[in-house]
């Protein structure tokens, strides 16, 4: 069974940074497309970021710029850096894996984690 256990969310001041954290466990060879998403009360979950099995990154327009997404495959561990961070950035923010497809639709990814808070204050 995979799973997928985020880490690493927190509260700063708006400027600051954060490097959020995404291990997963339950499987033995690498995800064909992993991302990350977030969410606010009352709203869609938004596509982030995602990162593909060739190496290939692609982020939203609100955070091209400013976020960095890796992963370490000897830890099988996808990251999120977050840098100059805005008020608008506060979420829960979710890590996501896929076998099969790469995209920014929620639909398309089969796996998720429990998410991570933050919170950015001005």
């Known amino acids: 069974q995979v799973q997928l256990v985020e880490s690493g969310g927190g509260s700063v001041q708006a400027g600051g940074s954060l490097r959020l954290s995404c291990q997963a466990f339950?499987?033995?060879?690498?995800?064909?497309?992993t991302g990350w998403f977030r969410q606010v009360p009352g709203k869609e979950r938004e596509w982030v970021a995602a990162?593909?099995?060739?190496?290939?990154?692609t982020y939203a327009d609100a955070v091209k710029g400013r976020f960095t997404i890796s992963e370490d495959n000897a830890k099988n561990t996808l990251y999120l850096r977050m840098n100059s961070l805005k008020p608008e950035d506060t979420a829960m923010y979710y890590c996501?894996?896929?076998?099969?497809?790469?995209?920014?639709?929620?639909?398309?990814?089969?796996?998720w984690g429990q998410g991570t808070q933050v919170t950015v204050s001005s």
């Open positions: 996501a894996a896929s076998f099969q497809h790469c995209s920014s639709r929620t639909v398309d990814f089969r796996y």
């Open positions: 339950g499987y033995s060879y690498s995800m064909y497309c």
């Open positions: 990162h593909d099995i060739g190496g290939t990154t």
